[in-house]
């Protein structure tokens, strides 16, 4: 447990290193997706679950949907952009590598779920954008990592602006389907059953 925090703290501070450390990893994508991405995908829904039962006083079957929901779709977005990168690479690159793809995908999640440490006070949410913004630059230098892109050159400019397009898109999505779902006068009515 101390290697995946320290690994996550080591990407924050020293992404290069750190990346080039990780695409060296020999560990299955399970056991990755198993120690990083449930872990950490954790912080938001465990913090947003206590803000807004125990601050917000919202009903619990809302608040456990609301967060089972968000959790769910966090680790699922990993795996789609994990499919789309590997599409992409091959498309642009020709580089047919699923696990670097996959680690990429899992690893740029990591400062958005360290940034929903401010879902502990609802007020404060619109600042978890901070780790969205720090996940584009450590894509960057994934892919600088990878590929040696060069953002100077049309090309690559084009490769990283397409990828981070898509990153941002999974990210609105997986949000606005939390909310839908959480809204959905359906499942209000389904909750108020059981």
């Given at each position: 447990?101390?290697?995946?925090?320290?690994?996550?703290?080591?990407?924050i501070?020293?992404?290069?290193?750190?990346?080039?450390?990780?695409?060296?990893?020999?560990?299955?994508?399970?056991?990755?997706?198993?120690?990083?991405?449930?872990?950490f995908?954790l912080?938001?829904?465990?913090?947003?679950?206590?803000?807004?039962?125990?601050?917000?006083?919202?009903?619990?079957?809302?608040?456990?949907?609301?967060?089972?929901?968000?959790?769910?779709?966090?680790?699922?977005?990993?795996?789609?952009?994990?499919?789309?990168?590997?599409?992409?690479?091959?498309?642009?690159?020709n580089?047919?590598?699923?696990?670097?793809?996959?680690?990429l995908?899992?690893?740029?999640?990591?400062?958005i779920?360290?940034?929903?440490?401010?879902?502990?006070?609802?007020?404060?949410?619109?600042?978890?954008?901070?780790?969205?913004?720090?996940?584009?630059?450590?894509?960057?230098?994934?892919?600088?990592?990878i590929?040696?892109?060069?953002?100077?050159?049309?090309?690559?400019?084009?490769?990283?602006?397409?990828?981070?397009?898509?990153?941002?898109i999974?990210?609105?999505?997986?949000?606005?389907?939390?909310?839908?779902?959480?809204?959905?006068?359906?499942?209000?009515?389904?909750?108020?059953?059981?």
């Amino acid at each position: 447990m101390k290697t995946i925090f320290k690994t996550a703290f080591n990407l924050i501070i020293k992404p290069k290193s750190t990346w080039q450390q990780i695409f060296k990893l020999k560990i299955s994508k399970v056991d990755l997706f198993l120690n990083y991405g449930l872990t950490f995908a954790l912080i938001g829904p465990v913090l947003s679950f206590y803000s807004l039962y125990i601050e917000e006083n919202y009903p619990i079957k809302k608040v456990l949907t609301y967060s089972l929901t968000t959790y769910v779709l966090d680790l699922l977005s990993v795996l789609i952009l994990a499919s789309f990168l590997f599409f992409i690479f091959i498309l642009f690159k020709n580089y047919k590598n699923f696990d670097s793809a996959f680690k990429l995908s899992l690893f740029i999640y990591i400062p958005i779920w360290l940034s929903d440490i401010v879902d502990i006070y609802q007020p404060l949410r619109i600042l978890s954008n901070v780790g969205l913004i720090y996940s584009l630059y450590l894509l960057y230098v994934g892919l600088k990592v990878i590929f040696d892109i060069k953002i100077s050159m049309k090309k690559d400019f084009i490769f990283f602006i397409f990828i981070c397009g898509i990153h941002l898109i999974l990210y609105i999505l997986d949000a606005l389907f939390s909310e839908i779902i959480v809204t959905n006068p359906l499942l209000k009515e389904f909750l108020n059953q059981l």
